[in-house]
């Protein structure tokens, strides 16, 4: 019977877990606790928003003067009355619509902020297929040396019968063997705690969850690092917030012309000395700015901050951006080289050697360096890939490009 190699076992674990593919996962961020608690903030600032933005809600008074403290009655004195008065306090400025648009900018920022979180989760899906990736690559690579290895035990079985060499060959072929299985081993435990991390990530750490690497779209890192970018959701964000700001220092200047309170009321009296009800009217303005010209020095402070954080974000993105793409370029050529020639010389040396001991003509040291040399090598080929897609996608995830 045809023995099970580690990868295959892996993909018939992976069916009977909750194999989902990256368009699943993707779809299923939505219900991520963060997003539900994002979107309630959201509502949270628009609801706010409209009640700052509001002019103060009219007053209405009721009132009862001047009745005599001996016989409290209505009627028995021509000063007594009963009234009502209604007043407004009426802004002399377009401040609240500004307030308005302030608000309006900040839930504009929390539609960004959800965008980040969902993106960075979506940038955290991908290092983990990537890293998954490169897992199941080393097990290839440590099972493809383990058959290598077995192969060179029987040979060294054959030539230790024939005196050719000593035991020690066979001792030291066995130690390695051991270390390759240890290698497999651990390799095994690393994808089985990188899926228990994935559920982790997808907020579902009660699930065993396994990702579908043939469900990646890695076709969108194919094509070599363009200029072509929109802005980020990171930007977005700050220029929401920088804007927000800018109303809200605005509305905060106005704010140093204080609203008038302008009311009228009308006085019923007992008509004892034939004179009737009376009316009138009244404007009161606050006086003193003190306090509302600290709000606005604050918010010009806030204001300047935001132009800042902003300003700075944009440039450090273009220095980032470039020092990716020049991390790329460097990996690339390092994995050129090291397909092109360096793993080839290292395969035709443990081919080499192999024949050699095979017939007694070699020290088995040699053979044992060959082998280690070329499984290093690959090793070192696909961490280096790994390294080119997750840069690849961070310069992708950070040109504001979709990675999804």
Same mark, same amino acid.
């Given at each position: 019977?045809?023995?099970?190699?580690?990868?295959?076992?892996? &993909?018939?674990?992976?069916?009977?877990?909750? !194999?989902?593919?990256?368009?699943?996962?993707?779809k299923?961020?939505?219900?991520? @606790?963060?997003?539900?608690s994002? *979107?309630?903030?959201?509502?949270?600032i &628009?609801?706010?928003?409209?009640?700052?933005?509001?002019?103060?809600?009219p007053q209405?008074?009721f009132?009862?003067?001047?009745?005599?403290?001996?016989?409290?009655?209505?009627?028995?004195?021509?000063?007594? @009355?009963?009234?009502i008065?209604?007043?407004?306090k009426?802004?002399?400025t +377009?401040?609240?619509?500004?307030?308005?648009?302030?608000?309006?900018?900040?839930?504009?920022?929390q539609?960004?902020?959800?965008?980040?979180?969902?993106?960075?989760?979506?940038?955290?899906?991908?290092?983990?297929?990537i *890293?998954?990736?490169?897992?199941?690559? @080393?097990?290839?690579?440590?099972?493809?040396n383990?058959?290598?290895?077995?192969?060179?035990?029987?040979?060294?079985?054959?030539?230790?019968?024939?005196?050719?060499?000593?035991?020690?060959?066979?001792?030291?072929l066995?130690?390695?063997?051991?270390?390759?299985?240890?290698?497999?081993?651990?390799?095994?435990?690393l994808?089985?705690?990188?899926?228990?991390?994935?559920?982790?990530?997808?907020?579902?750490?009660?699930?065993?969850?396994?990702?579908?690497?043939?469900s990646?779209?890695?076709?969108?890192?194919? +094509?070599?690092?363009?200029?072509?970018?929109?802005?980020?959701?990171?930007?977005?964000?700050?220029?929401?917030?920088?804007?927000?700001?800018?109303?809200?220092?605005?509305?905060?200047?106005q $704010?140093?012309?204080?609203?008038?309170?302008?009311?009228?009321?009308y006085?019923s009296? $007992?008509?004892v000395?034939?004179?009737?009800?009376?009316?009138?009217g009244?404007?009161?303005?606050?006086?003193?700015?003190?306090?509302?010209?600290y709000?606005?020095?604050s918010s010009?402070?806030?204001? %300047?901050?935001?132009?800042?954080?902003?300003?700075d974000?944009?440039?450090?993105?273009?220095? &980032?951006?470039?020092?990716? *793409?020049?991390?790329?370029?460097?990996?690339?050529?390092?994995l050129?080289?090291?397909?092109?020639?360096?793993?080839?010389f !290292?395969q035709?040396?443990?081919k080499? %050697?192999?024949?050699?001991?095979?017939?007694? %003509? @070699?020290?088995?040291?040699?053979?044992?360096?060959?082998?280690?040399?070329?499984? $290093?090598?690959?090793?070192?080929?696909?961490?280096?890939?790994? *390294?080119?897609?997750?840069?690849?996608v961070?310069?992708? &995830?950070?040109s504001?490009?979709?990675?999804?």
């Amino acid at each position: 019977m045809k023995i099970l190699t580690i990868t295959t076992l892996i &993909f018939l674990i992976s069916i009977r877990v909750n !194999a989902q593919t990256f368009d699943e996962l993707i779809k299923d961020i939505d219900n991520h @606790s963060k997003i539900a608690s994002l *979107k309630n903030k959201k509502q949270s600032i &628009f609801n706010e928003g409209r009640a700052k933005s509001r002019w103060e809600e009219p007053q209405l008074k009721f009132e009862a003067m001047n009745f005599p403290s001996e016989d409290p009655r209505f009627g028995l004195s021509a000063m007594s @009355s009963v009234g009502i008065t209604l007043s407004q306090k009426v802004p002399l400025t +377009s401040k609240y619509s500004n307030i308005l648009k302030s608000y309006n900018y900040l839930v504009d920022s929390q539609k960004y902020k959800l965008e980040i979180l969902k993106r960075n989760i979506i940038l955290e899906v991908w290092n983990h297929a990537i *890293k998954k990736e490169k897992i199941i690559k @080393s097990i290839k690579i440590y099972e493809e040396n383990m058959g290598w290895i077995k192969d060179m035990i029987k040979v060294s079985g054959r030539l230790y019968s024939t005196g050719k060499i000593s035991q020690q060959a066979i001792l030291d072929l066995k130690i390695r063997k051991t270390q390759i299985d240890s290698s497999i081993k651990t390799n095994e435990i690393l994808l089985k705690k990188i899926d228990r991390s994935l559920s982790k990530l997808l907020d579902k750490p009660n699930q065993d969850i396994s990702l579908h690497l043939n469900s990646m779209p890695w076709n969108i890192l194919k +094509s070599t690092v363009t200029e072509k970018e929109k802005k980020t959701p990171q930007e977005l964000l700050l220029i929401s917030l920088t804007k927000a700001a800018s109303y809200k220092r605005k509305a905060d200047k106005q $704010n140093r012309l204080p609203e008038i309170n302008v009311g009228l009321n009308y006085k019923s009296r $007992n008509n004892v000395d034939n004179h009737g009800d009376f009316i009138g009217g009244f404007l009161s303005v606050p006086i003193g700015v003190g306090a509302r010209s600290y709000q606005y020095e604050s918010s010009s402070y806030n204001y %300047s901050k935001a132009k800042n954080d902003l300003r700075d974000y944009q440039n450090e993105l273009v220095s &980032f951006k470039e020092e990716l *793409k020049l991390e790329i370029l460097k990996l690339e050529s390092e994995l050129n080289i090291l397909v092109s020639q360096t793993i080839k010389f !290292a395969q035709t040396a443990r081919k080499i %050697s192999s024949k050699s001991y095979s017939v007694g %003509s @070699s020290d088995y040291l040699e053979l044992l360096r060959s082998e280690f040399q070329l499984q $290093n090598l690959l090793l070192q080929k696909i961490e280096i890939e790994s *390294k080119i897609k997750e840069n690849k996608v961070l310069y992708i &995830f950070e040109s504001g490009l979709d990675i999804y």
